[in-house]
């Protein structure tokens, strides 16, 4: 579809975040019932134990996913500057990375640390998506 050509970074961001998405899954629930969770259960509210580390990065990753996402396509459907939506959607795919890498590996504070600084960060870039889909609108 040529109408998209130019947003070939953020499309593959995108693809990259369900890939990302969908091997997290898989994972959170192996480490959860190392834990001995039962299926679709929780492991206790305790950051030293991995089990519950997965079960968060999971879990904050599915949260911000349908904003994400909604972001990109507005911008992208609305024909808002490419260099930006692709720019801004490579940004995204990394801050949750490392957002993952620092729940899994218990970096920072359970809250208020490093976690919260990323987390920030995607939110500001997804908000900034939907700014460039307004604008692109009007």
């Given at each position: 579809m040529e109408a998209f050509d130019a947003y070939g970074h953020a499309i593959v961001a995108l693809a990259l975040m369900v890939i990302v998405w969908g091997a997290m899954n898989p994972l959170s629930a192996i480490n959860k019932?190392?834990?001995?969770?039962?299926?679709?259960?929780?492991?206790?509210?305790?950051?030293?134990?991995?089990?519950?580390?997965?079960?968060?990065?999971?879990?904050?990753?599915?949260?911000?996913?349908?904003?994400?996402?909604?972001?990109v396509v507005a911008a992208m459907l609305a024909g808002a500057s490419a260099v930006w939506v692709n720019w801004l959607a490579s940004l995204f795919l990394l801050s949750r990375i490392a957002?993952?890498?620092?729940?899994?590996?218990?970096?920072?504070?359970?809250?208020?640390?490093?976690?919260?600084?990323?987390?920030?960060?995607?939110?500001?870039?997804?908000?900034?998506?939907?700014?460039?889909?307004?604008?692109?609108?009007?």
């Amino acid at each position: 579809m040529e109408a998209f050509d130019a947003y070939g970074h953020a499309i593959v961001a995108l693809a990259l975040m369900v890939i990302v998405w969908g091997a997290m899954n898989p994972l959170s629930a192996i480490n959860k019932e190392k834990a001995g969770a039962a299926p679709g259960g929780s492991v206790p509210e305790d950051y030293t134990d991995p089990a519950y580390r997965w079960q968060r990065a999971y879990a904050n990753l599915t949260e911000v996913m349908p904003f994400f996402v909604a972001a990109v396509v507005a911008a992208m459907l609305a024909g808002a500057s490419a260099v930006w939506v692709n720019w801004l959607a490579s940004l995204f795919l990394l801050s949750r990375i490392a957002v993952a890498v620092a729940h899994v590996r218990g970096i920072g504070k359970p809250s208020g640390g490093l976690r919260s600084i990323l987390f920030t960060v995607g939110w500001a870039i997804s908000l900034a998506l939907a700014v460039l889909a307004m604008v692109a609108v009007f």
